[in-house]
């Protein structure tokens, strides 16, 4: 079996040697030679030493990928994300593919664009490459989930991270949102502030969902009753939170403090106030909610809520493992809850003299 040119580029590089190549020259099937090279008992001695020798001297390298396919099994898992742009998404995948490197599988990254049409695609996709495992996290578009029904028809284990099915029958690792937007509040009520508006996001996630009971849980917890006036829904983008900020400032008693469901739209509040000539936080106090990297450079810094986006990651994939290693044997759906740090920055410091302590108050139930 002669080297073999590349087509058309001049090249004197052999493409990589197949097993069919191997087969050829051996004048045997495809099947000898890959049980030779896997040491099966129904090959002799002879041919072993044969197809070795072979396989060593043009350096054959098995395609471990197509031998899984072929068996039915892969050592690859399937992630759905809605994007991977800012800090969170990217950071949580970092994590998964430590985890799964770690325990020897590769990851395949799908992105929904928080569209659940290409959601379903995805999850099309990573079923034709037999993937072992999903990692979810649902687009903001996904209303109806049973496109994952296919995962379970076919043995697929699935496991949600950071946006879910909310419900005791799924696998899931979350971050207590609720208590996060408790402890986002609870900081403003601490700085002097008694008129905190929420910029919330769409309800029928639970992280946004989440995020607004925390807040209301500080408010009563404060003695202060929810105002719906102080409530904006938005699609958490930046553009959106100088919208509502400006709705906000345009009421005949404006709010002296903003807690965003996510740092972008609380980002957006920032800067209209400022653009009205607010003193951040001074005038207004602002929290964010994510931890993005743009917060720390911002002027100024704007308090946010760490997820833990790559232990998040990390814990997926292990509770993911855990049902792949029990497939066959009766396994409790399980959901792990990771605790939320708040992360305490001058936009939301009010200055000693301006602000007027809250009193602790104990017995908080939710």
Do not use: W
């Amino acid at each position: 079996m002669a080297p073999r040119k590349k087509q058309g580029d001049g090249s004197d590089a052999a493409p990589p040697v197949s097993m069919a190549d191997l087969a050829r020259e051996l004048n045997v099937s495809m099947t000898t030679v890959s049980r030779a090279l896997s040491d099966h008992f129904s090959i002799g001695p002879a041919m072993k030493q044969k197809v070795l020798k072979l396989a060593k001297k043009y350096n054959y390298q098995p395609n471990r990928m197509a031998s899984a396919l072929r068996k039915g099994k892969s050592k690859l898992l399937g992630i759905v994300v809605p994007y991977i742009e800012g800090r969170f998404f990217p950071s949580v995948v970092h994590g998964i593919e430590k985890a799964a490197s770690k325990a020897g599988y590769n990851v395949i990254i799908c992105q929904s664009n928080e569209d659940v049409a290409q959601e379903r695609r995805s999850l099309d996709s990573l079923l034709s490459a037999q993937v072992a495992g999903v990692l979810v996290s649902l687009s903001r578009t996904t209303l109806d989930y049973r496109h994952f029904d296919k995962l379970r028809a076919r043995g697929v284990p699935l496991v949600y991270f950071d946006r879910v099915v909310e419900g005791e029958s799924v696998n899931a690792v979350v971050l207590d949102d609720r208590e996060g937007g408790y402890l986002s509040t609870r900081h403003l009520l601490d700085q002097g502030c008694r008129r905190i508006a929420h910029l919330a996001g769409p309800q029928h996630l639970n992280i946004y969902k989440n995020r607004r009971q925390g807040y209301f849980d500080a408010l009563r917890e404060a003695g202060l009753p929810p105002d719906e006036e102080l409530i904006v829904y938005t699609d958490m983008q930046q553009q959106q939170g100088a919208e509502a900020m400006r709705q906000l400032l345009a009421q005949p008693s404006p709010p002296d403090a903003v807690f965003g469901s996510g740092d972008y739209c609380a980002f957006g509040a920032m800067q209209e106030a400022k653009r009205q000539g607010l003193r951040v936080p001074d005038d207004l106090a602002i929290a964010g909610f994510s931890n993005e990297s743009f917060t720390l450079v911002t002027e100024p810094a704007i308090t946010t809520i760490d997820q833990r986006c790559e232990e998040m990651g990390q814990a997926a994939v292990r509770l993911l493992l855990e049902i792949i290693e029990a497939q066959g044997t009766l396994f409790t759906p399980r959901q792990v809850v990771l605790r939320p740090e708040l992360l305490v920055r001058p936009s939301s410091q009010r200055r000693v003299e301006v602000a007027e302590a809250v009193p602790v108050l104990n017995g908080r139930m939710y």
